[in-house]
């Protein structure tokens, strides 16, 4: 039998999986940071040679479409790439696709003298210096107050740390140990990675190995096409108004090979860090797209071959350097929401009702009572996604920007952080009904232990709430309030607000929205609402005109 | 048999209930096995039944000196949602923490995705006040006058269990304590858990949903052991059966009914504890082992003659659902959807796929004839001559092979080749499957594959370990003697065990040493006091010390073995020989600080065990004991014919060479070209993997 008979190919692929797993198994287990080892804001991936991606671990979907660009950049400007290598970036203008926190580490494997593939992951780091704890402020107008910019630099050296670059990174940064604990996790992940990879270019020959990811990724297209036949053929446009005033625009074209994306009718590019890089913007779509055409396969290079992103250089979603992109991610999750709203009336059978659909990012930091160090929570929060037919949305799940990713106990955000967890609980805010109802967002309110610590957070759909399909209501709106004494303040954007003794910082988000009319919701269903403390006897009669 | 002693295994599986009598004295040791249908729902019948069918052969219950017991009720209670309704009493402002849960989605492209519902729904999860700090002190007390109305509320809703969960119960365990005291007192007929009773480790989460699926299945597993106690009485047995536990060892009867949830996962348990027992018994301490059965594969890696224990289990969690989490000590193993029964399939893309689905025992394979028209992992070792399709299951079951011929030229069609190459594309795909969890279990934690011995048991073990042997190249692959009975033969070697797992952060600074060996002597007197219930006295516990350390800020721990008190003065070589665990794992090591985050102390006594005898190793010579030759498809190795040997004809100290196969009703061997095998003085066999591709 051949090297390269069918089967021999999938067992190559399934590895492929199984190292990409692997690698993402390995960084969780030694990261530092919470963000990275609980939340699990990160991402690995094995790409061709090439760059495209040919494989990606779990996590988060966001961060399966950056890996290939980073990759991808790295060749274009390196020459001298040898065995031992480690490359870094974080930087969107330097193959890095989001913001200076994550930073993405890539490895080349070689077969003897033969590049065949590359081991990346990236992860959200605490701290990369910048104008404000955290990396992330609200006041960020160029990308240099955001942090230090790694241009896609040599980190390792045919196996030897580069020490000059290793200080440069952590000297820059606010918590040093934290980021080079952080470092380390990536680069013995993709260390992990690399050597899965090179042990099957030498058990099944490199021309083997890179015919299995080539056929991996055919395969992937083909899966893709042949799904984008079951979608509506045509043009389906979109203008949505946004909580500051923006309205954002989408025009998308199906046709029989092709998903085009037009999103070239859109503002100019902001002067505060919400702008997202072109690359960026293609992710999102990338994310849909998958969703739409193949949600069962893990992606690769081939299930996006059928996508076209249009945009302007100079727009919110195509910055110009040095644009500030710190929450670019609150840009992003309002294009792929964008897309979703667009699409949703048209495939219903993939599409369910809007979700709360922020990264409802929040930094609390200050001083651990208890230990006296610093401490910086930096965490997306979970909330309520939308019904669909025949089906009411999850309650407090994370948003459609993150996937395998975990919300932090109260008892270790105690331990961890120095502050009281007062209450983790279901949001019961009107909101979200119909003939099937929206899943409930989060109440979640952390009392403040010590003096002089911060609050910055950025939420959208707080205003302009969660979109409901077939007649239901819509969501309840992301938003966090900060309790000071008798006095309760709300807000959807804060940067660095100052944090004393016994403040309450209570984050509240969206149920999801619901589908179809409430009047039509099951009397059943409805009274187990009622017992359940989800509807008040009033809104069971008000709103879902119960006359019992 | 003289002085002999009579040692049983009795099992409750889905559709048998199962006996293994072990009956060793002067002579020597003597099996006796029997079999009889399950009895759903008074379990206890089929258990008397294969009892008295082993009195038929020769040994009476009264007879019998020691049984352990294993079952899988608690499990099948969860994944078919038979437990009772559970009411949760928990800490104010966290009532919706089961619903939360961790907000993850594992099918995050597939938006409609459906996160699993709570097993208590929000209007019988009630709040009480009263915190504690993560340090174990009190910020505000506990205040229990609303229990009487969640009480009545809870009894007109008909709840017939109570779980509770209150913050930092880890730890302190005082209100938790004074809460179950009350229920208790206010109504004294419900079954009711507290979560430290269960587990004293952090993440609310986790700890809560346990004590909920503890509560869930408590008084349908109290019923199920308490009838068979009583069954087994009558039957004449003179002392209850111990139970065994998902941690590889075995628990008393009493112990077990309170917090039966330990059992969760205690099926593959004994074949686990089984394969370090063996691998202590010749030599191999360190250890692969493979259990195949009829629908999944399991593995598990034993180091130094040590199976891992931890506590991050869960119930049906796949890449499509996020599951539940049981936070009780369970033996570290990797199962997949792939076994005899594994169901061969075709995707839309022409890829070839092997499970998870399972033809089971009904209809079972294509070759049972019994309606099944999928081709199994099975039907492919048929096919391609490595089972022998004239002693089919032992002989039992005459094999259909024009099914068989027929289910894989289905799949051939679908993948344009014949049906040959079809069921050597099966046994590859399914091995690949296998060859990954292997390596999850080994490779990923850092272990060199080449250190280990492939121990492979079940009943589908032997047929690919050699395969599987060969990709990872280990140092050998062992198929024990009797290797269908080798999982009563694990539960016979199991000691009285008990995990207690404590979580408690501490810098490994100075005055570090007598906080950490307080915990554990804390924690060792309260392990021999719960002994102590079940008539083991304190001289007869034995201690394993396991500190778990991280690196200052991270999250997950890796287990040191501490050897002794812990002081002061041992803490830089406790500090450094985490520093080389870690780096083993993780290939670098920090200067950062090291802390501890808690402890794991097994607690064990020794409840008696089979001595094995060894028998006098005879010729060299296995020409005997072959019975006929046959061309078998080693698939990567093409077709050779081979020697096929008798199991029962093997003896101490043969050896011969493969390609062969070897036969006995439970089990068949595949030995693929190039390999040498020996019998050893117990009657494993032994292969050696010589020159592999």
Same mark, same amino acid.
């Given at each position: 039998m051949s090297n390269a008979d069918p089967i021999t190919l999938e067992i190559i692929q399934n590895s492929l999986q199984a190292a990409a797993d692997e690698m993402f198994a390995a960084m969780r287990k030694t990261a530092m940071s919470s963000i990275i080892y609980? /939340? $699990?804001d990160m991402g690995t991936g094995i790409t061709d040679a090439q760059g495209r991606i040919a494989s990606s671990g779990a996590g988060i979907p966001a961060f399966i479409g950056v890996l290939d660009k980073s990759v991808q950049f790295i060749l274009g400007k390196h020459d001298d790439i040898r065995p031992g290598d480690v490359f870094i970036t974080n930087d969107p203008w330097h193959?890095? /696709?989001?913001? $200076?926190?994550d930073l993405v580490l890539a490895m080349p494997v070689f077969a003897g003298d033969q590049l065949i593939a590359w081991a990346a992951n990236i992860a959200h780091n605490s701290d990369v210096g910048g104008m404000a704890p955290g990396s992330l402020s609200g006041d960020a107008t160029e990308i240099f107050q955001e942090g230090l910019r790694l241009p896609a630099v040599k980190l390792v050296r045919e196996s030897v740390t580069d020490q000059a670059v290793m200080d440069i990174i952590t000297t820059n940064s606010r918590m040093p140990d934290f980021l080079l604990g952080d470092v380390w996790a990536a680069i013995a992940s993709v260390r992990v990675g690399a050597k899965r990879l090179e042990g099957l270019a030498e058990k099944y020959g490199a021309n083997t190995f890179i015919t299995a990811m080539e056929n991996f990724m055919a395969f992937g297209e083909a899966s893709a096409i042949s799904e984008l036949a079951h979608l509506p053929k045509g043009t389906f446009e979109l203008s949505e108004d946004q909580d500051d005033g923006r309205v954002f625009n989408v025009k998308i074209t199906i046709t029989d090979t092709d998903f085009i994306v037009d999103l070239r009718d859109n503002p100019d590019q902001d002067a505060g860090p919400t702008n997202t890089s072109q690359d960026g913007t293609y992710v999102c779509a990338q994310m849909v797209f998958k969703s739409l055409t193949d949600p069962e396969t893990p992606a690769n290079d081939g299930s996006f071959r059928p996508l076209k992103v249009l945009t302007r250089e100079g727009s919110v979603f195509h910055a110009k350097e040095p644009a500030a992109i710190g929450f670019y991610f609150e840009t992003e999750v309002r294009v792929y929401d964008l897309i979703w709203r667009c699409l949703a009336p048209h495939i219903p059978a993939r599409l369910p009702a809007g979700h709360f659909s922020s990264i409802c990012g929040t930094f609390i930091g200050g001083i651990h009572p208890d230990t006296g160090r610093q401490y910086t929570i930096i965490e997306p929060q979970i909330g309520g996604w939308g019904a669909w037919d025949g089906q009411d949305g999850n309650p407090c799940i994370f948003s459609g920007f993150h996937g395998e990713t975990y919300n932090t106990p109260a008892e270790i955000s105690e331990a961890r952080n120095g502050l009281y967890v007062d209450k983790m609980a279901l949001n019961t805010e009107p909101g979200g009904e119909g003939k099937f109802t929206g899943g409930r967002g989060l109440v979640l309110e952390y009392r403040i232990r010590t003096d002089h610590g911060f609050l910055t957070a950025g939420y959208t759909r707080s205003k302009v709430k969660p979109w409901s399909l077939e007649g239901g209501n819509e969501g309840s709106g992301n938003y966090v309030e900060v309790i000071k004494g008798d006095e309760t303040e709300r807000y959807s954007f804060v940067s660095g607000l100052d944090l004393t003794t016994d403040d309450v910082v209570r984050v509240v988000t969206s149920s999801g929205a619901g589908y179809g009319?409430?009047?039509?919701?099951d009397t059943k269903a409805l009274a187990l609402d009622v017992k359940n403390g989800f509807v008040t006897a009033q809104a069971a009669t008000d709103i879902y005109g119960s006359h019992t | 048999m003289t002085n002999s002693i009579r040692r049983v295994a009795t099992d409750v599986g889905g559709t048998f209930t199962d006996l293994v009598a072990f009956e060793t004295g002067d002579d020597g040791m003597r099996v006796v096995t029997a079999k009889s249908d399950t009895t759903p729902p008074n379990f206890e019948q089929g258990v008397l039944n294969v009892l008295s069918k082993m009195e038929a052969d020769g040994i009476a219950t009264a007879d019998v000196d020691f049984m352990a017991h294993g079952t899988t009720v608690v499990i099948n209670a969860l994944t078919e949602r038979k437990g009772v309704k559970v009411g949760l009493i928990t800490t104010e402002g966290f009532r919706d923490t089961l619903e939360i849960a961790r907000g993850n989605r594992p099918d995050f492209f597939n938006l409609h995705y459906e996160k699993p519902e709570p097993f208590v729904p929000r209007h019988l999860r009630a709040e009480v006040p009263g915190r504690m700090t993560y340090q174990g002190t009190e910020r505000a007390p506990l205040d229990l006058s609303g229990l009487p109305a969640i009480l009545k509320d809870f009894r007109a809703e008909r709840v017939q269990a109570v779980a509770i969960s209150l913050l930092h119960s880890y730890a302190n365990t005082a209100h938790e304590e004074a809460l179950l005291a009350e229920v208790t007192r206010m109504w004294p007929e419900v079954s009711v858990v507290a979560s430290h009773q269960i587990t004293r480790e952090w993440r609310e989460y986790e700890r809560s949903n346990t004590a909920v699926l503890s509560a869930y299945v408590q008084p349908v597993a109290a019923r199920y052991l308490g009838k068979l106690d009583e069954g087994m009485k009558q039957g004449g047995l003179k002392q209850s059966p111990f139970i065994m536990q998902s941690n590889c060892g075995v628990d008393s009867l009493a112990a077990t009914s309170a917090v039966p949830i330990t059992m969760v996962e205690s099926g593959p348990a004994s074949g686990f504890w089984g394969a370090a027992e063996l691998g202590k018994l010749i030599g191999e301490p360190n250890i692969l082992a493979l259990d195949i059965g009829g629908t999944t594969a399991k593995c598990s890696l034993i180091e130094d003659g040590e199976v891992r224990i931890m506590t991050d289990y869960w119930i049906e969690r796949s890449r499509k659902s996020a599951g539940y989490p049981i936070m009780v000590p369970v033996v570290d193993l990797v199962e997949i959807g792939n076994g005899g029964g594994s169901i061969a399939w075709v995707d839309d893309f022409g890829k070839l796929h092997v499970g998870p689905q399972s033809a089971g025992a009904l209809p079972g394979p294509a070759a049972y004839g019994k309606g099944g028209e999928a081709a199994t992992t099975t039907d492919a070792n048929l096919w391609l001559g490595r089972i022998n399709r004239d002693y089919f299951c032992g002989g039992s079951i005459e094999a259909d092979m024009a099914n068989t011929e027929a289910a894989l030229k289905a799949v051939g069609d679908k993948l344009e080749v014949d049906a040959d190459e079809a069921a050597r594309g099966i046994i590859r795909i399914a091995n690949n499957n296998m060859v990954n969890a292997l390596k999850l279990v080994s490779l990923n934690r850092g272990h060199d594959t080449r250190d280990f011995t492939l121990l492979a048991f079940g009943g589908g073990g032997a047929m690919h370990a050699v395969a599987l042997g060969q990709e990872l190249q280990v140092k050998k692959v062992v198929v024990p003697a009797a290797a269908a009975v080798f999982s009563a033969w694990g539960m016979m070697m199991s000691d009285l065990r008990r995990d207690f797992f404590v979580t408690q952060l501490a810098e490994l600074s100075e005055g570090a040493g007598g906080v950490i060996e307080h915990i554990f002597t804390e924690a060792e007197a309260k392990a021999r006091e719960t002994f102590a219930a079940d008539g083991v006295t304190a001289e007869q516990v034995s201690f394993l010390r396991y500190g778990k350390f991280r690196y200052q800020n991270q999250e997950h721990t890796t287990e040191v073995l501490l050897d002794g008190a812990v002081t002061d003065a041992k803490l830089d070589q406790i500090a450094e020989d985490f520093r080389e665990a870690y780096e083993r794992e993780y290939t670098y090591r920090l200067d950062a600080p090291v802390e501890m985050v808690g402890i794991h102390l097994v607690a064990r006594a020794e409840v008696g065990k089979i001595e094995m005898s060894p028998a006098p190793m005879g010729d060299a010579? @296995?020409?005997? @004991?072959?019975k006929s030759r046959r061309t078998v498809d080693y698939a990567l190795e093409g077709r050779h014919l081979a020697d096929i040997y008798d199991g029962g004809e093997l003896s101490p100290g043969m050896t011969f060479n493969g390609p062969a196969v070897v036969e006995d009703p439970g089990t068949t061997i595949v030995i693929h070209p190039g390999n040498k095998v020996s019998v050893d003085t117990y009657r494993n066999i032994h292969i050696e993997l010589g020159e592999t591709a």
């Open positions: 609980e /939340v $699990l193959g890095g /696709v989001t913001h $200076l926190n009319d409430p009047k039509d919701r | 010579d @296995a020409s005997g @004991a072959i």
